[in-house]
Nanobody, 132 residues
Framework: QVQLVESGGGSVQAGGSLTLSCAAD??????????MGWFRQAPGKEREGVAM?????????YATASVKDRFIISQDNAKNAMRLRMTSLKSDDTAMYYC??????????????????????WGSGTQVTVSS
């Protein structure tokens, strides 16, 4: 079982910025690579993918067209940690944001990092509220 530690949510006015962080709580000696992603769920709506990254490098994906020019996902200095820099926030971005991860089997490729159904480990979520 991998514990995911999220931070960085909050309230901001439209046009503002926030950075979300997520780290896998595991020994620093671990060599496991993960698909890690951010997903969000607004009240009354289904959970949707936002952005995903492979901690072994070489893959990032933005699952929601509306965030492509405003959000940047990146790997943190720690091996299995990531950040989501969100800029030009809109009221439509208001949601609970969840960090998730899974470790793809060796040789199965990283394109699966874009598939929400593959994600095995989930954080408890961090709220992002954008006021207009």
């Amino acid at each position: 079982q991998v514990q995911l530690v999220e931070s960085g949510g909050g309230s901001v006015q439209a046009g503002g910025s926030l950075t979300l962080s997520c780290a896998a709580d595991e020994p620093t000696t671990s060599s496991t690579k993960y698909c890690m992603g951010w997903f969000r769920q607004a009240p009354g709506k289904e959970r949707e993918g936002v952005a995903m990254i492979y901690t072994g490098g070489g893959f990032t994906h933005y699952a929601t067209a509306s965030v492509k020019d405003r959000f940047i996902i990146s790997q943190d200095n720690a091996k299995n940690a990531m950040r989501l820099r969100m800029t030009s926030l809109k009221s439509d971005d208001t949601a609970m944001y969840y960090c998730a991860a899974f470790s793809p089997l060796r040789g199965t490729g990283v394109l699966q990092c874009a598939e929400m159904g593959k994600y095995q480990y989930w954080g408890s979520g961090t709220q992002v509220t954008v006021s207009s």
